[in-house]
């Protein structure tokens, strides 16, 4: 139906442009306009991902019979982005205003990438072309600003559209309808005054880190970090850094690998005598603002695993406390871990029977679960 309704079009536009007399380039009076509107577009919610923009014409001749509006969505402004970011914004859809009497309408639109749409014209590049042709009445209401319809702009991956931008909405020559024109009877087709959209975009959406694990460590420990993030762009930039802040102490990863824009890994060597506590874990990117998770990251002490009461001894003093904590709602372990000696996450009556195991009976070493002298948690 769409190829019938675009050769139509074609073939109505041969008959006005060949077959039908020239005569003036353009009418006397008031030059005619076609325009779209300009807004802003605020993202700030899941939701926010189309944005519609009007599209308006005057026309002073009754004589104009037909118009072709080829149009280009392109993105500029866009920091540590390549070229354009055209495949992240597309045309959704055209709808005709209802008041439109015209009676051959046709849209079309043309995609960067076919896989959004494969029944999609591609001409190469993301844009929209508008066809109206009446050869009874003009196509719209003469010496009357007449809205033609409405264009719906649609984000298609928001994890990689940049916090602030520009689309524009410009006239293009669109194959193979052809030049940006209305096409009056009696005369050859003429561009009108155009005033193209200018949209300016602010994604508020804020960058998050959804994942960092493990998100612990103890101080005079390596560990490899996994993180996974939220519109992060891990490796966009030229120089991507990871690292740990608290107070004055901060700690940068010696090494960090991009998997994919949005999973990287990092490791860090944690001092020995680095200040135990919650620190602020921070991905930054040349270009982009840093992400940051507040308290994302913890440094422990060093523990004696079974010494529960903090004494730096493992005896039947850490029996008892582990008993008051679990029975009597006595103070934790300090850290947690250290009660935790069969390393199955949690402090409670196994392990009071493995330590009295290992005090008394020559058990297993807290922490060494399969007895190899290495500790399993």
């Known amino acids: 139906m769409r190829r019938i309704v675009m050769l139509t079009v074609l073939l109505m536009t041969v008959y006005l442009c060949v077959f039908i007399s020239s005569a003036l380039a353009q009418d006397i009076g008031e030059p005619d306009t076609c325009r779209l509107t300009s807004n802003t577009w605020i993202i700030n919610s899941q939701a926010d991902s189309l944005i519609t923009v009007d599209l308006w014409g005057w026309i002073d001749d009754p004589l104009i019979r037909g118009c072709s509006f080829g149009f280009r969505v392109y993105t500029y402004g866009s920091v540590g982005y390549g070229p354009h970011v055209d495949s992240l914004i597309i045309v959704d859809t055209f709808l005709f205003d209802p008041g439109m009497t015209a009676p051959v309408q046709n849209y079309s639109r043309s995609l960067l990438d076919e896989s959004i749409d494969p ?3 591609d001409w190469g590049y993301n844009g929209f072309s508008i066809g109206l042709v009446d050869f009874a009445n003009p196509i719209f209401p003469t010496n009357v600003p007449t809205k033609i319809g409405e264009v719906t702009l649609k984000v298609i991956d928001r994890e990689r559209v940049p916090e602030e931008f520009t689309i524009e909405i410009d006239s293009l020559f669109f194959p193979p309808a ?3 024109k209305y096409s009056p009877s009696g005369s050859t087709g003429y561009p009108p005054q155009f005033v193209k959209s200018v949209i300016d975009v602010h994604n508020d959406l804020t960058p998050a880190l959804t994942s960092i694990d493990p998100n612990n460590a103890k101080q005079d420990e390596n560990v490899t970090v996994t993180i996974d993030g939220y519109r992060t762009h891990f490796g966009e930039g030229a120089q991507t850094e990871v690292f740990m802040t608290r107070n ?11 998997s994919t824009p949005t999973h990287m890994t990092a490791d860090f060597s944690i001092p020995a005598d680095a200040e135990t506590g919650d620190y602020d874990f921070t991905v930054s990117v040349a270009g982009f603002d840093p992400v940051t998770e507040v308290d994302g990251f913890t440094i422990s002490p060093p523990f004696l ?4 009461s903090g004494d730096e001894k493992v005896n039947i003093l850490d029996v008892v406390y582990l008993l008051n904590f679990i ?5 934790s372990p300090t850290p947690y871990a250290s009660g ?12 009071v029977v493995y330590l009295i195991a290992y005090i008394f009976m020559g058990g297993t070493s807290p922490c060494d679960v399969d007895g190899d002298g290495i500790f399993d948690c």
């Open 119 to 121: 029944d999609a014209p």
């Open 340 to 351: 935790d000696l069969n390393c199955d996450g949690i402090v409670d009556i196994d392990d």
């Open 305 to 308: 695993c079974g010494d529960a």
């Open 327 to 331: 029975f009597s709602h006595g103070p």
């Open 178 to 180: 052809g030049a940006f």
């Open 248 to 258: 004055a102490s901060t700690i940068t990863a010696v090494g960090q690998t991009i």
